[in-house]
């Protein structure tokens, strides 16, 4: 069996998605998501110009000797750009040997570990009252978990992932202007003074039972976070994300000497190498690397393993970056994961994204359900795809108040 033809696509419903098929002489096709956010060319180009020509020929079902020969046969190993068109490969090779097994991928892992895989949502104010608003829609929804984001009182700018205007929803994630960014300034001193005390009040209101999450987006110095954790825990949040920017893993180490709040980190990883010494040292409580930036599902299956290990749950990162093709994959890591946690889901449903990406898997009272459809259970309609084009945007970037570069 060979691998014929493979093909990339650049766009879609408001988002650039990197969506890459695989060919086979059998008949049967696989799907990827190469999605890198605002860099969404580069995976693509990679997978154009060295990627795909290797490929071609090679056989489909040694998915594990294929993602050795690309990651070790590459001089310059990793990074998100290469690990995001790997990571692509990867996903539409399991696709292809669950659709020749006939059978939904799950049960290639090793079956259900349960019926439903509960996801927290995104709820965003531009300030607390706005952000009570939000949380109340979704758990009306019945979402069981929330991550919350508020807009921070005195701050000159919306901080991350909060709207500009009270009732806007939209999140400022991605602005499609163009590559030239628009800023944001950030003051720490406003944020540690506001935050606590506002996600205090959000546990007040909704209750005992919330998940409730926190992402703090790599915005704290070490010691602020560690501050900053044990001021939170008598809200007892289901975690608290990112506190400090991926680089430095020791400061997690600091942050964990000064509090029992759950810590989750992970999106930005692309290898098990970033984060085997913090599930090792046991310094963090969920891992949210994603199938697509952390290289496949074959790596990602060794992360959650060793992560089992060491009492760290799954905590997959699923924030609008990443395609349904992604998202499927989590879902069939979900379904099996012993030691699974959350999933992050937004919603995504719009008649346009499915009628691009036609799947089954559902969303009810907050869970995921799995689809049983042979392989990913997800599909990609290229006549929908035709209707779309690459649109260049880009992240915000951050400053301190006096002209100084922070992390996004
Ligand atoms: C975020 C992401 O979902 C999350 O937890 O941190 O939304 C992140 O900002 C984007 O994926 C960046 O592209
Ligand atoms: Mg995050």
Not at 200 to 220: K, S, T, Y
Not at 359 to 369: K, P, Y
Not at 377 to 395: I, K, L, N, Q, W
């Amino acid at each position: 069996m060979q691998i014929t033809d493979a093909r990339v696509f650049v766009g879609g419903p408001g988002k650039n998605y990197v969506t890459l098929k695989i060919l086979t002489d059998a008949g049967v096709y696989g799907l990827g998501d190469a999605t890198l956010n605002n860099r969404e060319t580069l995976p693509a180009a990679y997978l154009r110009d060295y990627l795909i020509p290797n490929l071609i020929g090679m056989d489909p079902r040694n998915s594990e000797d294929i993602w050795q020969f690309f990651y070790r046969g590459a001089y310059f190993r990793r990074g998100p750009i290469a690990m995001a068109a790997l990571g692509a490969i990867d996903m539409a090779l399991w696709d292809i040997k669950a659709k020749l097994a006939g059978l939904p991928l799950y049960q290639l892992f090793g079956g259900k570990s349960r019926e439903g895989a509960m996801v927290y949502a995104h709820a965003t104010g531009a300030d607390l009252d706005d952000l009570m608003d939000s949380i109340a829609w979704y758990v009306e929804q019945g979402y069981q978990a929330v991550r919350v984001q508020c807009g921070i009182p005195g701050m000159p700018s919306a901080s991350y992932a909060v709207p500009e205007h009270k009732g806007a929803r939209r999140h400022y994630i991605t602005d499609y202007a163009g590559i030239r960014p628009k800023l944001e300034i950030w003051e720490t001193d406003r944020y540690m003074r506001f935050m606590p005390d506002a996600l205090a009040e959000i546990r007040a209101r909704f209750g005992p039972r919330l998940h409730i999450l926190h992402d703090v987006h790599h915005r704290l110095l070490p010691r602020e976070a560690a501050e900053f954790a044990k001021a939170v825990e008598p809200v007892r949040l289901f975690w608290m994300e990112d506190p400090t920017p991926a680089e430095d893993q020791d400061a997690l180490r600091l942050v964990r000497q000064h509090s029992t709040t759950p810590i989750a980190i992970g999106e930005v990883f692309n290898a098990i190498w970033d984060c085997n010494r913090l599930i090792e040292d046991e310094l963090i409580d969920f891992i949210r690397v994603a199938a697509t930036y952390a290289g496949g599902i074959t790596p990602v299956k060794r992360i959650v393993d060793l992560a089992g290990l060491h009492h760290v749950r799954t905590g997959f990162h699923g924030a609008p970056s990443h395609s349904p093709i992604c998202m499927a994959a989590h879902a069939h890591l979900n379904a099996w994961a012993p030691n699974f946690g959350i999933q992050e889901y937004l919603v995504l449903g719009t008649p346009e994204c499915d009628a691009l990406f036609p799947s089954e898997h559902r969303m009810e009272n907050g869970m995921v359900l799995v689809s049983d459809a042979p392989g990913l259970g997800v599909d990609f309609d290229e006549t929908e795809a035709a209707r779309y084009s690459y649109e260049p945007g880009s992240h915000p970037v951050v400053r301190l108040p006096d002209g100084t570069m922070w992390n996004y």
